[in-house]
């Protein structure tokens, strides 16, 4: 068995689960840093060079809204979901839940 093969299918797998873990974390204001910890919390490690591209792409898609707050020394983007993004969210929170549903199916077809 090679690992850096498993490996990389692991990553694979978790990758596809990326932005419904975001989406999750941003029914409240999060600026990146603590979106990251939120996540971490959770035990979903997602690296901060993905994140930011993946907050920029989901803003510019319309599921995201942010503000800068500028109240403090340093300045933070703080993101929410958007209206398109709470209902992008319950159709994905749907379709996890036939995926996974599916799949628990072919695992135990298998697994006889």
Do not use: F, H
Not at 8 to 15: G, Q
Not at 28 to 45: M, R
Not at 96 to 102: A, D, N, P, T
């Amino acid at each position: 068995m090679d690992l850096n093969i498993i490996n990389n299918l692991i990553i694979e797998l978790k990758r596809g689960t990326q932005i419904l873990a975001v989406l999750s974390q941003l029914k409240n204001n999060q600026y990146g840093y603590s979106l990251l910890q939120a996540l971490e919390e959770k035990g979903v490690n997602i690296e901060a060079g993905t994140l930011y591209p993946l907050l920029r792409r989901l803003e510019s898609q319309g599921l995201l809204q942010s503000e800068w707050d500028t109240t403090e020394s340093r300045p933070r983007k703080y993101y929410i979901l958007s209206k398109d993004g709470l209902d992008t969210y319950n159709t994905l929170i749907e379709e996890w839940r036939k995926i996974v549903l599916e799949m628990d199916l072919i695992i135990k077809e298998e697994n006889k």
